[in-house]
């Protein structure tokens, strides 16, 4: 029997539970990281790169055609460089508002350029690059490289 001053488990109200092995390694919190980092490169990751998005709609080939690769014409300028700010494009020293731009296409293309290399800046918003695509896709411009930071 018991001591009369000591008080057994039952009686303080809990039982001594039989120790169980931990295990060595959960994965469990493995599996957790590793498809957070999958969402993660998912939806940071591009797939298409935006200097190769094409901006005019390709011509169904003709009957019998061989299809040609593309070549530069040799006597073709160079290409024109633009910063796209915020309701302007830069170029060289000019500022240009983006209503402007049609009759500057125009002029480049009398100009024989076939190329545009547009910088983004910071100040330049969505809607900005949205006229410059839409306007140059209009003047019938096939390359325009769009370069970053």
Do not use: C, K
């Not at 309701?87 to 125009?106: F, I, K």
């Amino acid at each position: 029997m018991a001591a009369p001053g000591a008080q057994s488990a039952l009686q303080q109200g809990f039982l001594a539970a039989p120790a169980r092995p931990r295990p060595a390694f959960a994965l469990t919190p493995l599996a957790d990281i590793m498809f957070q980092l999958l969402i993660f490169f998912m939806l940071t990751t591009s797939l298409a790169p935006y200097a190769l998005v094409p901006l005019v709609r390709a011509a169904a080939p003709e009957a019998g055609a061989t299809p040609a690769a593309e070549a530069p014409a040799p006597d073709s300028a160079a290409p024109a460089v633009w910063n796209l700010g915020q309701g302007v494009v830069r170029s060289g020293g000019e500022e240009l508002p983006l209503a402007d731009l049609p009759l500057v296409l125009a002029d480049l293309h009398e100009s024989r350029v076939e190329e545009i290399l547009l910088f983004l800046t910071d100040t330049a918003r969505t809607q900005d690059l949205v006229t410059v695509l839409e306007a140059v896709e209009d003047a019938g411009f096939a390359r325009l490289r769009l370069m970053g930071r």
